[in-house]
């Protein structure tokens, strides 16, 4: 099996102008924005998700004018922001920026105000983000097959540290324990950064680390990167083997796209995403997005919508296998 977002970018790659053409001249005579748009992100300003729709809001504002905004509505581990833009007029203006909660939020919350297939329909595909799993020096192991031959040896399992509960690196570490049949445990933080410092203070051994925010670390050697979850090796980092080449099959980023009220016209739908993909397909924006540590990736609405159905049942049983429990909104 290859990777879904892998494929689906080399399909897009290969088509992608010619449907981002025909969507675009099938949307010429729709007229929008007619008033502000408002992209929802569901955290507080200053992190990812927010740093990705400031860089996406300076790029539209060339095309839309200045009347687009990024509006930062935090809490209820990103329903109330989910639940906003769900009950928003139908009319393109209001979108949400997606992140894992998005797709993973139906197995771990009991109810939602919202059904995330139902109410929502696909505009575009924005970045992905994948996750590296860093070592203390003091681990045995230099690479995958190693560290799994090491802790299959182990009496008491290896910890590892995410950035919450339920986030992807939680997930990614959840699904290579399972995949690789080995014992881990969990040791969730408020935030990767505070996981990071404990990994290089060897206070835990293993981190997944969301964005490769540690990389610093493992180029002054106090870290140790054993894989990532990029479909395919980093042109940075060629000697740096993926999880896929250990265990055949492994699929996991993080996926920030953009999505409207279900209801929302397909034809506005289609120029939303059209002016949406000419931005995210430019050198310009892959440059930003890069800077951060992100890679640009564009879709169009049907495939984005395939997507996140296919994503949601997948962290669905990554979820009940590892009998994750939600944490508490807040």
């Known amino acids: 099996m290859t990777n879904r977002v892998g494929?689906?970018?080399?399909?897009?790659?290969?088509?992608?102008?010619?449907?981002?053409?025909?969507?675009?001249?099938?949307?010429?005579?729709?007229k929008y924005p007619t008033q502000t748009v408002r992209i929802v992100v569901p955290y507080v300003a200053g992190g990812i998700a927010d740093t990705t729709a400031r860089i996406l809001r300076e790029f539209l504002v060339k095309k839309w004018g200045d009347s687009v905004i990024v509006d930062n509505r935090p809490g209820g581990a990103t329903v109330t922001a989910t639940a906003y833009v769900a009950n928003s007029e139908p009319n393109g203006h209001t979108m949400l920026l997606t992140a894992t909660p998005f797709l993973v939020n139906p197995s771990l919350q009991a109810k939602l105000p919202f059904d995330t297939e139902r109410d929502f329909r696909g505009v575009s595909m924005v970045v992905g983000q994948s996750v590296a799993m860093v070592a203390h020096p003091s681990v045995k192991a230099d690479n995958l097959g190693e560290f799994?031959?090491?802790?299959?040896?182990?009496?008491?399992?290896?910890?590892?540290?995410?950035?919450?509960?339920?986030?992807?690196s939680h997930l990614v570490g959840e699904m290579f324990a399972e995949q690789a049949g080995i014992q881990m445990t969990h040791i969730p933080?408020?935030?990767?950064?505070?996981?990071?410092?404990?990994?290089?203070?060897?206070?835990?051994?293993?981190?997944?680390?969301?964005?490769?925010?540690?990389?610093?670390?493992?180029?002054?050697?106090?870290?140790?990167?054993?894989?990532?979850?990029?479909?395919?090796?980093?042109?940075?980092?060629?000697?740096?083997?993926?999880?896929?080449?250990?265990?055949?099959?492994?699929?996991?980023?993080s996926i920030s796209s953009l999505v409207v009220p279900a209801n929302t016209p397909s034809d506005v739908i289609e120029k939303i995403s059209a002016d949406i993909q000419?931005?995210?397909?430019?050198?310009?924006?892959?440059?930003?997005?890069?800077?951060?540590?992100?890679?640009?990736?564009?879709?169009?609405?049907?495939?984005?919508?395939?997507?996140?159905?296919?994503?949601?049942?997948?962290?669905?049983?990554?979820?009940?296998?590892?009998?994750?429990?939600?944490?508490?909104?807040?």
Do not use: C
């Open 189 to 253: 933080y408020r935030g990767g950064a505070a996981g990071i410092v404990d990994v290089v203070g060897g206070h835990i051994p293993v981190h997944f680390d969301a964005g490769f925010a540690s990389k610093p670390h493992v180029d002054a050697g106090r870290l140790k990167v054993l894989g990532i979850t990029a479909p395919k090796r980093a042109p940075n980092m060629p000697n740096v083997p993926t999880f896929n080449e250990t265990l055949p099959g492994f699929e996991a980023q």
């Open 148 to 168: 799994i031959a090491e802790a299959k040896k182990r009496e008491t399992p290896f910890g590892f540290g995410s950035s919450g509960i339920g986030g992807i």
């Open 7 to 30: 494929t689906l970018k080399h399909a897009l790659a290969a088509v992608g102008l010619g449907l981002l053409a025909s969507a675009t001249a099938q949307a010429a005579d729709v």
């Open 278 to 330: 000419s931005v995210v397909r430019s050198p310009e924006f892959a440059e930003q997005v890069g800077k951060v540590g992100l890679e640009a990736i564009a879709s169009m609405p049907g495939e984005l919508d395939m997507y996140n159905r296919a994503e949601i049942a997948k962290w669905a049983k990554v979820i009940k296998a590892a009998n994750i429990q939600a944490q508490s909104k807040n």
